[in-house]
């Protein structure tokens, strides 16, 4: 039977649910969508995918680092994926943010509807009714009228229905410095929430959250049984506050938020605001008080980005199928809805990264480069500046476009910004080449199931003024196979191989082709000239025991080239099993959860989630040998639906939820546990069996599980009265992902070196490793704050690291080292200790005396006794005077300051001068004071080495007790240049010698037409290509290019000419009805020669009258290619008479007997002539 599976889902009677909040957790800007694809991945190998990054600066903050950079996604671009500000796949890492993915519905969203008459069932009259509620949400005591629309009206708020319920809580995914994660809210009470997350079990929610109300009002429509009204209340969190297990507080409270529009608009349509994404703005250490903080700037997004969602027909053959449930109303007299067509629109108010701030720098990045493919410019430059302003460093970015063929949509939909080259200030150019595939228009409908470039037969065209809501089946559906004998999947977007088809759906071909590979990144030439080339082939895997490809794309082939542009190192990557067949795993394919609906933009109703693993892989370096790598996929974790908590009996309904594993409210995925390596084993060339063997095991304990149910209601198809609820139930599980053992085994020479390493873990946190290796065992232990009661340390949620590690050897400890915290007044260490192995007993290392109030050590005591004092300049940044022997109320009581204050130093000379040190001049003055603080009477007792520095890249002078001084000279590209004497004399001296800059060609083709061709036939087309890097040149980029242009214009046509063959013709005539013809043949045989065959009956074979052949008969008209370029007249004798054959140029063939009796039968002439 066909299903008709309805999108736009709702009832008569009951208020519709806002399927906006499902389409809001796909709403994000170009930067947030690329920095989520693979996320959940722990390993990019397993997935196909190569890291490609270049590294721009490194932010040192505290104990944790900021790496600026940007980094590509080698899986391939979608067609409908938007470039983001430094180009088609490319990300820029810089900042945080903390992103939602909706299971179900929004957590923080509700819905209501409002009625004016009493005539419904079971409402009451003038009473707003909650319609669905998120799993988060309070319960809201009114709806009040609000500013903007006016619309909503003051009344009390009735009974909630609840006809939709959130079945889960939605997932929040953490991505900044030092910290990478996701969680979900559990409801302390409506305004106290608890952050639950996956990986960190000591990080938590730091903050109250502010839920702030946000209500969508909407007019009334007039029904047969009175007025209806509509409103959603979305309740915005505007902060979240989190600290790590490392003890740093981040702060997310800026946001960029997202309009959805649904067309056909209605007198009760409204429009869906949420906030899907917020950004990082401030990270804070917890020892020094120091602050990273985030600045971000908006722009204008006027652009309304259109999808497309269509009603649609399965068919499943004879199979029956049926449900009644809200969701889902599929009763037997369902009424089809007026609306098969409609069109969402989202609206982005996006934001960007403007300027990170520190206590030692500001960097600020300009977007300059204005945009024509998106709203909102390119990214220009970033600088990075020092305190005094001074620019450190600074990267440049240039930009063109990848183009569209045959697109006339404007340049919102023809062009993608693409990265030519990024500069760096202290490095070079790097540069960048991209295959020469063209796109299609960005809103193309010629896309596989996953959103790939797949050229079918479709042209879906559509607007939000123009979208044919009302006519069914205006738009092609997707064409889907029903096969209702497998296991997992029975409806899939493409054909199985020796797998016969119970039932097809026709409609658009979805299936992946292997055409997707467009705009990918083919070579990187790096600043020092040497290059890495990049190969690519499209992911596939075995399905049912055939391979079958995807849209996407994997690594097939790293070359790295030295500065010569000669090879030295080859990779190939080959993702097989030993059976030597795909080792690629895919997810299950799963249908929407309501629907089998298309959405133009993204391919088809399906999930995207479909993402291949590989089971195993193999990297082979040419000429050395290979690793083969084994992983955890798919099959070894599959995800698990909900499933039904009511044995149906009626198999209508069994195989509606079979088929489309209804309901997918919540799915369980174990993406985590995938891509695990499990085993690594490294060959020599040449060399059969391993030389080292390393295999992995895992601990996925529980930790907790939190189940969810989905509730759904079944109506009476007749009086839509409420029969019986059915749930769906599923189960959230957090569980601890960590390294059970690993056993490494090493193989030379016919030894056997075996290594065992087993770990034990207090949650996630390592406690404890054993290795047994060569008949010893060796131990170690390691013990946090909260295994030694160090309350001050677990206040702060300082927890990441351990305090105290002890090593044994079988069974004899080997080494024992503590840091205490016995300070009251801070949370830094007061001493170290170490087990003295002669006496077995713990001993001071070293005490840790006074800090400033940036967590900077002031004075520490050695081993033996001696008092070391430093003095920190630079605003409290770098150290510029180390005093041995005193302590640090003898230096600050030889200056008179406070010898109670641990700041006081801050009022040194050194200290002000160094402050304000920023050029030579500046530099003389803080020398001069140096020179007088060692030179202090009251310090002559102390040895004292001083510093001076360039802020941000290194030490510039240090002068010993002694007094000899080294300066360190730095060049523009800030790397150490010379190192001087005293008298500013060289001692040593750095040479950076770069190759030259190189450029090498783009991808160049060119068509041309076969120019040999022998009489008789057509020219052939057929495309010359000149490689990426074919050709080099030390002069310009366009010089490389013309290069390349020079090679097809000496080659092209000589390629063409050889490798394609021309076409044979035969012109035949097209008859008219005055004359019939059996049989006609002309053929040029030698140039502008043609020789003909022409065979007719000299009756009307339609039974009417003969032709008046003396009188000239026009037989029919020739072929364009045979016809002469001048009236021609041929004479030609058969057994049946004399004829005239007349040829015009326009190709009329007219045929005349000259014999004086009349012709009968049938005659055939062959003749020839000039053309």
């Known amino acids: 039977?066909?299903?008709?599976?309805?999108?736009?889902?709702?009832?008569?009677?009951?208020?519709?649910?806002?399927?906006?909040?499902?389409?809001?957790?796909?709403?994000?800007?170009?930067?947030?969508?690329?920095?989520?694809?693979?996320?959940?991945?722990?390993?990019?190998?397993?997935?196909?995918?190569?890291?490609?990054?270049?590294?721009?600066?490194?932010?040192?903050?505290?104990?944790?680092?900021?790496?600026?950079?940007?980094?590509?996604?080698?899986?391939?671009?979608?067609?409908?994926?938007?470039?983001?500000?430094?180009?088609?796949?490319?990300?820029?890492?810089?900042?945080?943010?903390?992103?939602?993915?909706?299971?179900?519905?929004?957590?923080?969203?509700?819905?209501?509807?409002?009625?004016?008459?009493?005539?419904?069932?079971?409402?009451?009259?003038?009473?707003w009714y909650r319609?669905?509620?998120?799993?988060?949400?309070?319960?809201?005591?009114?709806?009040?009228?609000?500013?903007?629309?006016?619309?909503?009206?003051?009344?009390?708020?009735?009974?909630?229905?609840?006809?939709?319920?959130?079945?889960?809580?939605?997932?929040?995914?953490?991505?900044?410095?030092?910290?990478?994660?996701?969680?979900?809210?559990?409801?302390?009470?409506?305004?106290?929430?608890?952050?639950?997350?996956?990986?960190?079990?000591?990080?938590?929610?730091?903050?109250?959250?502010?839920?702030?109300?946000?209500?969508?009002?909407?007019?009334?429509?007039?029904?047969?049984?009175?007025?209806?009204?509509?409103?959603?209340?979305?309740?915005?969190?505007?902060?979240?506050?989190?600290?790590g297990e490392n003890g740093y507080i981040y702060t997310f409270n800026d946001f960029e938020s997202a309009r959805l529009r649904e067309y056909p608009q209605t007198i009760i349509s409204h429009d869906a605001f949420q906030i899907n994404n917020w950004y990082l703005t401030k990270i804070k250490d917890p020892y020094s008080g120091r602050e990273m903080n985030f600045e971000y700037e908006s722009y204008t997004n006027n652009y309304e980005h259109p999808s497309l969602t269509t009603l649609g027909d399965v068919n499943f053959g004879n199979y029956p199928m049926s449900y009644n449930y809200e969701l889902g109303r599929m009763g037997s007299n369902f009424v089809y809805p007026a609306v098969f067509n409609k069109v969402t629109t989202s609206q982005l108010y996006p934001k960007r990264i403007k300027k990170i701030t520190t206590d030692e720098e500001v960097v600020d990045f300009q977007y300059s480069f204005n945009r024509i493919d998106y709203p909102g410019n390119g990214l220009t430059n970033i600088q990075v500046k020092n305190k005094n302003g001074t620019?450190?460093?600074?990267?440049?970015?240039?930009?063109?476009?990848?183009?569209?063929?045959?697109?006339?949509?404007?340049?919102?939909?023809?062009?993608?910004?693409?990265?030519?080259?990024?500069?760096?200030?202290?490095?070079?150019?790097?540069?960048?080449?991209?295959?020469?595939?063209?796109?299609?228009?960005?809103?193309?409908?010629?896309?596989?199931?996953?959103?790939?470039?797949?050229?079918?037969?479709?042209?879906?065209?559509?607007?939000?003024?123009?979208?044919?809501?009302?006519?069914?089946?205006?738009?092609?559906?997707?064409?889907?196979?029903?096969?209702?004998?497998?296991?997992?999947?029975?409806?899939?977007?493409?054909?199985?191989?020796?797998?016969?088809?119970?039932?097809?759906?026709?409609?658009?071909?979805?299936?992946?082709?292997?055409?997707?590979?467009?705009?990918?990144?083919?070579?990187?030439?790096?600043?020092?000239?040497?290059?890495?080339?990049?190969?690519?082939?499209?992911?596939?895997?075995?399905?049912?025991?055939e391979k079958y490809i995807l849209g996407s794309t994997r690594i097939s082939k790293m070359k790295l080239y030295d500065s010569q542009n000669i090879v030295s190192k080859e990779i190939n990557y080959k993702y097989v099993n030993e059976d030597n067949k795909s080792s690629g795993q895919i997810n299950f394919i799963k249908t929407p959860a309501n629907s089998a609906h298309t959405e133009i933009s993204s391919g088809i109703g399906f999930s995207t989630d479909a993402i291949v693993g590989y089971s195993r892989i193999i990297e082979e370096v040419a000429g050395k040998g290979y690793v083969e790598r084994k992983y955890s996929n798919f099959n070894d974790y599959p995800d698990k639906f909900m499933t039904s908590d009511y044995n149906f009996t009626d198999q209508g309904t069994r195989n509606f939820l079979k088929f489309l594993k209804f309901p997918s409210s919540y799915v369980q995925s174990f993406d985590e546990r995938r891509g695990?390596?499990?085993?690594?084993?490294?060959?020599?060339?040449?060399?059969?069996?391993?030389?080292?063997?390393?295999?992995?095991?895992?601990?996925?304990?529980?930790?907790?599980?939190?189940?969810?149910?989905?509730?759904?209601?079944?109506?009476?198809?007749?009086?839509?009265?409420?029969?019986?609820?059915?749930?769906?139930?599923?189960?959230?599980?957090?569980?601890?992902?960590?390294?059970?053992?690993?056993?490494?085994?090493?193989?030379?020479?016919?030894?056997?070196?075996?290594?065992?390493?087993?770990?034990?873990?207090?949650?996630?946190?390592?406690?404890?490793?054993?290795?047994?290796?060569?008949?010893?065992?060796?131990?170690?232990?390691?013990?946090?704050?909260?295994?030694?009661?160090?309350?001050?340390?677990?206040?702060?949620?300082?927890?990441?690291?351990?305090?105290?590690?002890?090593?044994k050897k079988n069974g004899k400890t080997l080494s024992k080292q503590e840091v205490k915290y016995e300070n009251t007044s801070n949370i830094f260490p007061s001493s170290e200790l170490s087990y003295d192995l002669s006496t077995n007993l713990m001993g001071t290392e070293v005490t840790y005396d006074k800090y400033d109030s940036k967590g900077n050590l002031l004075q520490y005591t050695t081993k033996n006794n001696i008092p070391v004092t430093v003095i920190w300049g630079y605003r409290q940044s770098q150290p510029i005077a180390k005093i041995e022997g005193a302590n640090y109320t003898q230096i600050i009581q030889a200056f008179g300051l406070n010898t109670n204050d641990n700041n006081a130093y801050l009022d040194l000379d050194i200290v002000k001068k160094s402050d304000l040190h920023f050029d030579d001049t500046t530099e003389s003055e803080l020398i001069s004071k140096l020179n007088d603080f060692r030179n202090k009477p009251a310090l002559k007792d102390f040895t004292i080495t001083t510093y001076t520095h360039t802020p941000l890249i290194g030490v510039k002078s240090i002068t010993s007790a002694s007094g000899n001084k080294e300066g360190y000279k730095y060049d523009t590209a800030n790397r150490l240049e010379k190192?001087?004497?005293?008298?500013?004399?060289?001692?040593?001296?750095?040479?950076?010698?770069?190759?030259?800059?190189?450029?090498?060609?783009?991808?160049?083709?060119?068509?041309?037409?076969?120019?040999?061709?022998?009489?008789?036939?057509?020219?052939?087309?057929?495309?010359?290509?000149?490689?990426?890097?074919?050709?080099?040149?030390?002069?310009s980029q366009a010089d490389a290019d013309q290069k390349a242009q020079?090679?097809?214009?000496?080659?092209?046509?000589?390629?063409?000419?050889?490798?394609?063959?021309?076409?044979?013709?035969?012109?035949?005539?097209?008859?008219?009805?005055?004359?019939?013809?059996?049989?006609?043949?002309?053929?040029?045989?030698?140039?502008?020669?043609i020789k003909a065959i022409l065979s007719l009956p000299l009756t009307n074979s339609s039974g009417g009258a003969a032709p008046n052949w003396s009188n000239g008969v026009l037989i029919g008209t020739l072929d364009t290619l045979c016809r002469p370029n001048s009236y021609k007249s041929i004479s030609v004798s058969t057994t049946n008479g004399s004829w005239n054959v007349s040829i015009s140029p326009s190709g009329g063939v007219t045929l005349m007997s000259t014999s004086s009796s009349n012709p009968s039968g049938s005659t055939t002439l062959n003749f020839e002539y000039d053309k």
């Open 1 to 127: 039977m066909f299903l008709f599976l309805p999108l736009l889902i709702g009832t008569i009677y009951k208020g519709q649910i806002n399927l906006l909040d499902k389409q809001m957790q796909s709403v994000a800007t170009p930067e947030v969508a690329s920095l989520m694809k693979y996320s959940d991945f722990p390993s990019l190998g397993y997935i196909g995918k190569t890291d490609i990054s270049i590294p721009i600066y490194n932010i040192n903050f505290g104990k944790i680092k900021l790496p600026l950079g940007l980094s590509y996604n080698t899986k391939g671009n979608k067609v409908a994926d938007i470039a983001t500000s430094v180009g088609l796949g490319w990300s820029l890492n810089a900042g945080g943010n903390l992103t939602v993915k909706v299971n179900d519905m929004n957590d923080f969203t509700e819905s209501y509807t409002y009625y004016t008459t009493a005539t419904f069932e079971p409402e009451l009259s003038l009473e």
């Open 131 to 243: 319609q669905s509620k998120g799993y988060l949400t309070k319960e809201y005591s009114m709806l009040v009228n609000n500013n903007n629309y006016g619309l909503c009206i003051n009344t009390k708020i009735g009974a909630n229905d609840d006809f939709f319920v959130d079945a889960a809580p939605d997932f929040y995914y953490i991505n900044a410095p030092g910290f990478n994660d996701k969680f979900y809210l559990t409801k302390i009470n409506d305004t106290q929430f608890k952050a639950n997350f996956f990986n960190s079990t000591n990080a938590k929610l730091n903050n109250t959250l502010n839920l702030i109300p946000r209500i969508n009002c909407a007019g009334f429509e007039s029904t047969g049984f009175g007025n209806k009204g509509r409103a959603g209340v979305y309740y915005q969190v505007d902060e979240f506050e989190i600290i």
């Open 391 to 545: 620019i450190i460093k600074q990267t440049d970015f240039s930009y063109d476009y990848f183009n569209s063929v045959n697109c006339s949509s404007g340049d919102y939909e023809c062009k993608r910004l693409k990265l030519n080259s990024i500069t760096d200030s202290s490095l070079g150019t790097y540069r960048f080449y991209y295959d020469a595939n063209s796109f299609p228009p960005r809103n193309s409908s010629k896309v596989d199931f996953l959103g790939y470039y797949n050229n079918n037969d479709s042209d879906i065209v559509f607007s939000k003024d123009n979208f044919h809501e009302d006519q069914y089946n205006y738009y092609p559906g997707t064409k889907i196979y029903f096969y209702p004998d497998l296991v997992r999947d029975q409806l899939l977007p493409f054909q199985l191989i020796n797998k016969g088809t119970y039932a097809t759906t026709s409609g658009v071909d979805r299936s992946a082709k292997t055409i997707s590979k467009l705009g990918l990144l083919k070579r990187l030439i790096y600043p020092t000239g040497g290059s890495v080339e990049l190969s690519y082939e499209n992911d596939d895997f075995i399905y049912e025991g």
């Open 676 to 807: 695990k390596p499990t085993v690594e084993n490294y060959y020599k060339e040449g060399i059969i069996d391993p030389i080292k063997k390393i295999k992995y095991s895992y601990n996925y304990q529980v930790k907790d599980s939190l189940k969810v149910q989905k509730v759904f209601t079944s109506y009476d198809n007749y009086t839509h009265d409420a029969t019986h609820n059915y749930t769906a139930s599923n189960y959230l599980l957090r569980y601890f992902n960590n390294t059970s053992s690993n056993t490494k085994e090493d193989f030379f020479s016919g030894n056997n070196i075996k290594e065992e390493n087993f770990y034990s873990y207090d949650d996630t946190r390592l406690t404890y490793k054993k290795t047994v290796s060569s008949g010893d065992t060796t131990e170690e232990y390691y013990r946090n704050a909260k295994d030694k009661s160090i309350q001050k340390l677990i206040d702060v949620n300082i927890l990441d690291k351990p305090v105290e590690v002890e090593k």
């Open 979 to 1035: 190192v001087s004497d005293i008298e500013n004399k060289t001692v040593k001296e750095y040479k950076y010698n770069y190759a030259p800059v190189i450029y090498y060609n783009n991808e160049k083709q060119q068509a041309f037409m076969t120019n040999n061709c022998a009489p008789g036939t057509l020219p052939a087309s057929g495309t010359y290509t000149v490689s990426i890097g074919k050709y080099s040149s030390t002069i």
């Open 1046 to 1089: 020079n090679d097809i214009n000496t080659n092209g046509q000589n390629y063409v000419n050889s490798h394609f063959n021309c076409t044979p013709y035969v012109c035949t005539i097209t008859p008219t009805y005055l004359a019939d013809i059996y049989y006609s043949s002309f053929q040029e045989i030698s140039t502008n020669h």
